[in-house]
Every structure is written in structure tokens, then in C-alpha cells.
């Protein structure tokens, strides 16, 4: 299961930034990948299972940056 819920965060940043990992998108990038992060993800309370999600640090028109969450 952690395999599958890590694509769709892959998914979801790769959509969002506009490019997959390790391509180029069109013109300037702003925002970019910035790492993977651990986090427990638990289906049912007697499993604990952690899984990899991806981080990636935006930028806004001012300048000001946030973390991708």
C-alpha cells in the first residue's frame, strides 16, 4: 500500500510543479523538489508503516518561499 499512495504524491507534485522528476518544464522554474520527507501512514492502528513523501519549496510573487505540503 505505501507504494501506491507514494505514486500518487509523485503524481500530484509532478502535476503541480508542471514537470516530472528529474525533467524541465517550460520557461522559468520557481518552484522546485526539494527532497523527500518521512511520514508514518497508518491504514488500521496495529500497522505502522512509513512512507517516503516528496517535498518541494514554492515560491510566491514576492519572493517569500513555503514548503509543498
Known amino acids: 500500500m ?3 499512495v ?3 504524491f509523485e ?3 509532478a502535476a503541480f510543479l508542471g ?3 528529474y525533467g524541465r518544464g517550460q520557461g522559468e522554474l ?3 523538489r526539494h527532497g523527500r520527507r518521512g511520514r508514518v501512514n497508518s491504514p488500521a492502528p496495529w500497522t505502522l508503516e ?13 519572493g517569500h518561499s ?3 505540503r
Open 50 to 62: 512509513t512512507v517516503s513523501v516528496p517535498r518541494a519549496r514554492l515560491q510566491d510573487g514576492s
Open 30 to 32: 520557481k518552484d522546485h
Open 66 to 68: 513555503s514548503e509543498w
Open 19 to 21: 514537470c516530472v522528476k
Open 11 to 13: 503524481e500530484e507534485l
Open 6 to 8: 507514494e505514486a500518487v
Open 2 to 4: 505505501g507504494i501506491a
